[in-house]
């Protein structure tokens, strides 16, 4: 059999069942008046055709593709995996799709995906911002035709934004280790080094440092959101004079994953109080249970998805902070 060198249409459908066009895109859709009869034979004529359905045409033709692109710096982030399938769950049952891509925070790949993705066009995007967002990404987003949501970075005043209150984030973690637990001396591990969010949490934690006499922020180093990274800034914080009664707080779940257990490895303790961010699910089962700083509910995925069926709606642009709250498990050294 040859391939065929055109693309079946939906009138060859009609034709073939014997029915109006009109009856054909019922059939196709779910809806309309059919008879199960009618609805069976464009199914089977459809089937037998090789019919596909021409997303393209059916955008051109009703200005809306119901594609919402989700533009984010790295999957391989465990924050990122599970945030995007809760969007894309939310968003299925609201019948749109997702289309995912990485910019791997590269400014220059975020501006072309942009473009891309505005040209194709999808509805709507939602965008983690690069460390570095150019200029002329701003200018891109400005202009966009389309509903944009920027999530955990900003990008400028008057965009749609939703971010978790960071600053809180740090207070909470640090008055855990000063008031339940009696550190003296914390420390910030992890973070890509410009980051917003690193920044923020660090400002929360010196606010609440300020208010305890005698307690400092003993060191801050950077790294990447890895459990590599985390085996390494172990061994760093150590070179740096930290010691196991000292508070730790990790910038991300998998960081403080390597850190625990790089210091028990090195030190002649096999305890150390540590917090991480993000409160992934396996943090629950981590050994000790990780406690972290997380949102919800809803969660981030969800509410993701409600601000972009929002502005899908119509809705306004503006910014939105959720807060953070502190699951309190074992790493910190509480007891259950």
């Known amino acids: ?28 859709r779910g809806t309309g008046r059919l008879s199960d009869a009618t609805r069976g034979r464009v199914l089977a004529s459809m089937s037998e055709l090789g019919y596909v359905y021409n997303r393209g045409a059916a955008a051109l033709r009703t200005r809306r593709s119901s594609i919402v692109s989700v533009l984010i710096t790295d999957i391989s982030n465990p924050t990122f995996a599970g945030w995007t399938r809760q969007l894309e769950e939310q968003l299925s049952e609201a019948s749109y799709f997702s289309v995912l891509s990485n910019t791997f925070d590269d400014s220059r790949r975020e501006r072309e995906l942009l473009r891309s993705f505005i040209e194709l066009p999808v509805d709507a995007i939602v965008h983690v911002p690069a460390s570095h967002t150019e200029p002329r990404t701003i200018d891109i987003l400005k202009s966009a035709p ?13 965009m749609a934004y939703l971010g978790q209150n960071n600053v809180h984030a740090g207070r909470i973690a640090a008055e855990h280790l000063i008031a339940v637990h009696g550190h003296r001396r914390l420390w910030y591990l992890g973070g890509p080094r410009d980051a ?9 934690i010196r606010s609440v440092v300020k208010e305890h006499p005698g307690v400092t922020l003993a060191g801050v180093h950077w790294g990447p959101t890895t459990v590599e990274s985390g085996i390494d800034l172990a061994r760093v914080a150590q070179e740096s004079g930290a010691q196991s009664d000292d ?18 490895a090195t030190s002649d303790t096999r305890h150390v109080s540590a917090i991480g961010y ?41 910014s939105e902070l959720m807060e953070p709250k502190l699951q309190v498990r074992a790493s910190c050294g509480c007891r259950f």
């Open 278 to 318: 993000g409160d992934i699910s396996e943090s629950v089962a981590f050994d000790p249970p990780l406690t972290s700083v997380g949102v919800g509910p809803p969660s981030f995925g969800e509410r993701t998805a409600e601000r972009v069926l929002e502005l899908l709606a119509g809705g306004s642009p503006y």
């Open 146 to 158: 389309i509903p944009i949501l920027a999530v955990t970075r900003k990008t400028q005043p008057g």
């Open 1 to 28: 059999m040859t391939a065929r060198s055109t693309r079946v249409t939906l009138s060859d459908v009609a034709k073939h069942a014997g029915v109006s066009l009109t009856a054909a895109s019922f059939a196709l």
């Open 247 to 264: 508070g730790f707080i990790c910038h991300h779940d998998v960081i403080a994953y390597g850190f625990i257990q790089s210091w028990r």
């Open 196 to 204: 917003s969010a690193r920044e923020d949490r660090i400002d929360g």
